[in-house]
């Protein structure tokens, strides 16, 4: 049952599969287990970091190519379900849901569309050439949202309402379980923790088929993939629709969560700098290191910061040093990991805690 | 063998996952002209770039002159006075015939005797001296390729397949530099597969087969020997021509 | 048998076609300058970057860094020579700006040789890897950046003798960009009088249609590669200073902003490329200029419909790079 929910990808170490467990499991739990706004609001963020990190890692890990465009297919989902919500309003006859299906289906189809543009275009010539024009076209796009504020609320972004259900105000029962009150966040939040789940799940069947195995084929040695008779572009670019849809999927359950899409909050560099954090701090090419990475950057996020604080008050005196651990540069320090990360442990954590077993 | 410029000793080369050289072992003499010969696929062209460190080889060892130079970047077993001539000619396409050989001449500007002895050989060459290389056709850019490794003296020369799609009197004018070359201050190392070229110059004959030196000895003796031609190349060389 | 001069008619190409588009005569000599002057400096800034791809195959995507670390040091020699810079002399001025700009070329061109050996060195001929650690590298960059000058922008005041425009009839000419375009100029007839006419400049275009070659005939291309990222990097630095002066403001994300612009550039222009390189820039800046004005919201999506426009009639870019 569990092997074959997991397509018989197993996480092939104990550690990992502990932290796995307490990932999948501490998730569940954490509306009671860690009670208040501001706690569920990383889980949720965890879930949908997950999601996107994971569909990054079946670009960057299992293709080996780079798109720097992951965050504008994570801001089209968003921005596919603000704008429904807000031009539709959760008035009509289906409460709001009818919007979400629209702006769901709608951001779908134009990720996959705007990806197998992209990746017809630029796929056939080399991984540097993707990376480049994706940079570009993700910047271009992201200015494009800002832009066009009849339509997407500009800088500002759009604040839209959430069905009913969803709302705090919506009450399940009166009264609290565990300190947490019973209500629409709730819902929400295991709307969001669902959908990921399955979401992951199906990321790891797809990389465990036989499409699968051909990605990683063209991966090593794309010239003898192509010699042996598999179009290489076709299946690149079809690689980066799924991640593509993926990363819409994700945006729409951020939008579903946060009820706000701005350009900073989906479409910035600054997510796509996170999201390569992730995978490739984690481990690429597994699935599980994109998991690992989500929740261990968004605790550094949250944490490490005040891990620097204490250094920064203790490196007062110090005028370059005490900057240099100013809690605001957690990403300096992330970012050495990062390089490091490349450099000696291409397979990242769960690269590592496989090795030990 | 003392007089040998060149010898390769258990020489092993792998591209990739692929083994492409099992021990490869022959010498140059010094002085005149060694033909290397085999099937396509023998290993010829690898064994050249090899040889310029362009592949490292796995295993072995290749001295030039006595000195083992089997780790050695490609710069500097070029200083030591190896010249090559690519298969693809790796001519600069971008760059005018002039340029081309500007690079070519490490030492500074073109000792004038000999850039006259080149054109009287290459006479399409001080024709295009200013025309981009990559506007020449398919032997014009051979015989830069060829004029680039001479410009100046070198000790030995790397060739491989000067004859490809070149036209009879190019080739007899090649036939004529190379001779005068190997006559005078060069030893040169030509892989062929055009057996008129190979027997007119050739003073001794290495023959690859599956990535290793199956025959080595005198070129006449090899010339003459159809039966060996028949099992090392598949065929007689005769049956070149 | 003559060299393939299609590209570079493009660019009076659009120039003329611009102007029954934009109206007026003035507005369109206005556009135009700023066209250059904004492509020139783009220019400046991806010439080495291209250059390095072409010889080595490695693309720097920290090459932002080396930007935005010129507009910072320009910036902090200018403001510690406030006085001069807002005397009203034109010599003062530039005894402030020639040192701030000098400054960020050593900088910059330092901290390339320093990027060279730790970040690019240990990953050459893995794209993938490379990718990752020069981006890597930028992320940490900008990270310094901000724990030596502090996170916050710096406004820089251009000097008085380069404020205002020169006025000929109804024609406005901003000074800046006047002096943008005479310096583009020159690093472009810097670079070409080096690649067509020095022993170093043919190795290095030899070198990016063939290294192998180049390594055959006995020179030592990693040595070239080295020397061509530094001054890469400095002239990425020069780009950054005058970029800072020509917005007037320094962030720590300059350096990403820009070199998008950059990109664009260098695939337009046939990556490896120099002349294609500055054909791509001055393309970029022109149409940016033109139809900011004709139509201010799609002025950055101009420049992805260019490529796509050039890509689709060269996909290899203007002048494709014969490669080994």
Redo the contacts between chains.
């Keep these: 049952m569990l092997r074959s929910l997991l397509s018989d990808d197993l996480p092939r170490s104990r550690w990992l599969s502990l932290a796995l467990l307490a990932i999948v499991i501490g998730l569940a739990v954490a509306p009671f287990a860690f009670p208040g706004a501001k706690s569920l609001n990383v889980a949720a963020k965890i879930c949908v970091f997950i999601v996107l990190a994971a569909s990054f890692d079946l670009l960057l890990g299992y293709t080996g190519i780079v798109s720097f465009a992951h965050t504008m297919f994570f801001g089209i989902g968003a921005y596919g379900i603000a704008i429904a919500l807000t031009r539709m309003g959760v008035k009509g006859p289906g409460g709001g849901w009818e919007a979400i299906a629209i702006g769901v289906a709608a951001a779908l189809v134009v990720a996959v569309a705007l990806a197998a543009l992209i990746g017809l275009f630029s796929l056939r010539v080399r991984t540097i050439f993707f990376a480049m024009i994706t940079l570009a076209v993700a910047s271009a796009f992201a200015i494009l949202a800002s832009q066009l504020s009849d339509l997407t609320g500009g800088e500002d972004g759009l604040n839209y309402r959430l069905p009913a259900v969803l709302r705090p105000s919506f009450s399940l029962s009166d009264g609290t379980l565990f300190g947490a009150s019973l209500n629409g966040r709730l819902l929400d939040y295991y709307l969001v923790y669902a959908v990921s789940l399955v979401l992951v799940l199906g990321l790891l069947r797809i990389v465990n088929s036989p499409f699968g195995s051909v990605l990683m084929a063209i991966r090593e040695n794309p010239f003898r993939a192509e010699a042996i008779g598999y179009r290489t572009v076709v299946y690149r670019t079809l690689a980066s629709c799924i991640a593509a849809a993926v990363a819409a999927l994700a945006g729409a359950l951020l939008a579903l969560w946060s009820s706000q899409a701005s350009p900073d909050t989906t479409l910035s560099f600054d997510i796509m700098v996170d999201i390569l954090l992730m995978v490739v701090i984690g481990g690429m090419g597994t699935i599980y290191g994109a998991a690992l990475g989500a929740v261990l950057l968004v605790f550094a996020q949250n944490y490490l910061q005040d891990l620097l604080a204490v250094l920064n008050k203790a490196m007062a005196g110090v005028p370059v040093l005490a900057n240099l651990f100013h809690p605001d540069r957690w990403l300096l320090w992330l970012g050495v990991a990062f390089i490091l990360c490349v450099y000696f442990f291409p397979t990242g954590i769960v690269g590592r805690l496989r090795q030990k077993r | 063998m003392p007089d040998a410029l060149l010898s390769l000793r258990g020489v092993k080369t792998n591209i990739g996952r692929y083994h492409i050289l099992h021990g490869v072992e022959f010498d140059v003499p010094e002085g005149g002209l060694t033909m290397l010969l085999g099937r396509n696929g023998a290993g010829k062209t690898t064994t050249l770039r090899t040889i310029m460190g362009l592949w490292r080889a796995a295993a072995g060892e290749i001295r030039f002159d006595g000195r083992d130079i089997t780790g050695l970047a490609t710069p500097d077993i070029a200083r030591l006075g190896i010249a090559y001539v690519p298969e693809s000619m790796a001519i600069f396409g971008d760059l005018t015939v002039q340029e081309n050989l500007i690079l070519a001449a490490r030492s500074g500007p073109f000792d004038p005797k000999r850039l006259d002895w080149i054109f009287s050989r290459f006479e399409a060459l001080k024709r295009f001296w200013t025309l981009p290389a990559g506007h020449l056709s398919g032997g014009q850019k051979q015989m830069l390729a060829v004029a680039r490794a001479i410009i100046e003296p070198r000790r030995l020369l790397l060739i491989d397949e000067p004859t490809k799609g070149l036209a009879p009197a190019i080739i007899a004018n090649m036939i004529e530099a190379f001779r005068e070359l190997k006559d005078g201050e060069a030893t040169l190392l030509v892989v062929e597969q055009n057996f008129f070229f190979a027997r007119a110059l050739g003073d001794s004959v290495a023959v690859m087969d599956d990535g290793k030196v199956a025959h080595c000895g005198g070129m006449a003796a090899f010339a003459a020997d159809t039966a060996l031609q028949q099992h090392l190349l598949g065929l007689g060389m005769g049956e070149h021509q | 048998?003559k060299?393939d001069l299609l590209p570079w008619l493009l660019v009076p190409l659009v120039i003329v076609a611009a102007l029954p588009l934009v109206g007026s005569a003035a507005s369109w000599v206005t556009l135009t300058v700023a066209g250059l002057a904004m492509g020139l400096m783009v220019f400046i800034m991806a010439s080495g970057l291209t250059l390095t791809?072409g010889l080595m195959d490695v693309?720097n995507?920290g090459h932002g860094a080396f930007i935005a670390v010129g507009a910072f040091v320009a910036a902090s020699v200018m403001l510690a020579m406030g006085s001069w810079m807002s005397a009203d002399s034109l010599a003062l001025n530039l005894a402030a700006i020639v040192p701030a700009i000098l400054a960020a070329m050593v900088v910059s061109g330092v901290l390339g040789f320093a990027f060279e050996r730790v970040?690019v060195r240990?990953?050459y001929g893995q794209?993938?890897?490379?990718?990752?650690?020069t981006?890597?590298?930028l992320?940490?960059a900008e990270?310094?950046i901000?724990?030596?000058w502090?996170?916050e922008q710096i406004t820089l005041t251009r000097p008085e003798a380069l404020r205002g425009a020169f006025l000929l009839g109804d024609i406005a000419i901003e000074k800046y960009r006047v002096l943008a375009v005479v310096v583009g100029l020159v690093v472009f007839a810097a670079l070409a009088l080096t690649l067509n006419r020095t022993?170093i400049g043919?190795?290095i275009?030899?070198g990016?249609?063939?290294g192998?070659?180049?390594?055959?005939?006995?020179?030592?291309?990693r040595r070239l590669f080295v020397g061509v990222f530094v001054v890469g990097s400095a002239l990425a630095g020069l780009g950054g200073a005058m970029w800072g002066l020509y917005q007037e403001t320094v962030t720590a994300g300059i350096g990403?902003q820009v070199?998008?612009l950059v990109?664009?550039v260098?695939?337009i222009g046939g990556?490896g490329s120099v002349g294609g390189c500055f054909v791509g820039a001055l393309l970029v800046g022109l149409t940016q200029n033109y139809i900011g004005f004709l139509e201010p919201?799609?002025a950055?999506?101009s420049?992805?419909l260019l490529?796509?426009l050039v890509?689709m009639w060269r996909?290899?870019g203007l002048y494709p790079v014969?490669r080994?």
Excluded at chain 3, 212 to 221: A, D, H, K, N, P
Aim: no cysteine.
């Design positions: 048998m060299r791809f693309l995507f970040i240990p990953v794209h993938l890897k490379q990718i990752l650690v981006t890597g590298g992320i940490v990270q310094l901000k724990v030596v502090g996170p022993r043919l190795l275009r030899a990016v249609e063939n192998e070659m180049v390594e055959s005939l006995g020179y030592r291309i990403g070199i998008v990109f664009i260098i695939i990556l919201k799609v950055l999506g420049n992805i490529m796509a890509l996909p290899q014969a080994r």
